[in-house]
């Protein structure tokens, strides 16, 4: 009987950290919120030849509210406060990039279009 509490035990426990390791905040970051109603972030695909059907349509999509990106992204890796990697598939290079104010979120408007015209012509 004190076995079998003792293997109950220690299969909690590595279940504990199961869970635990699939938590998406690196510990240096949980001061800072990723997933909330109010963080805003900006999908920021790489615009060539390699750029897959999937990542377009989430760069028409754009600006994703933070408690969209766990469903959306199922295998997002944080970078650090302000950078995601998307990992929509295996050798995805898209980013998000957290979007703080208006200036910044125009900001990024230009450049994506500054990058869409430079693989037009390229």
């Given at each position: ?42 999908y920021v695909p790489i615009y060539d ?16 509210r933070g408690s969209e990106l766990r469903?959306?992204f199922k295998y997002l890796k944080i ?44």
């Amino acid at each position: 009987m004190q076995l079998q509490r003792c293997v109950s035990a220690v299969k909690s426990v590595k279940a504990v950290i199961a869970v635990n390791s699939l938590r998406r905040i690196p510990e240096e970051y949980k001061p800072q919120t990723f997933f909330g109603e109010h963080d805003l972030w900006i999908y920021v695909p790489i615009y060539d030849e390699k750029l897959c059907p999937t990542c377009e349509a989430h760069a028409r999509d754009l600006v994703f509210r933070g408690s969209e990106l766990r469903s959306k992204f199922k295998y997002l890796k944080i970078i650090d406060d302000g950078r995601i990697y998307a990992n929509v598939h295996p050798n995805c290079r898209c980013e998000l990039y957290r979007v703080i104010g208006v200036e910044q979120y125009l900001r990024w408007l230009e450049i994506l279009e500054q990058r869409k015209k430079e693989e037009v012509e390229t």
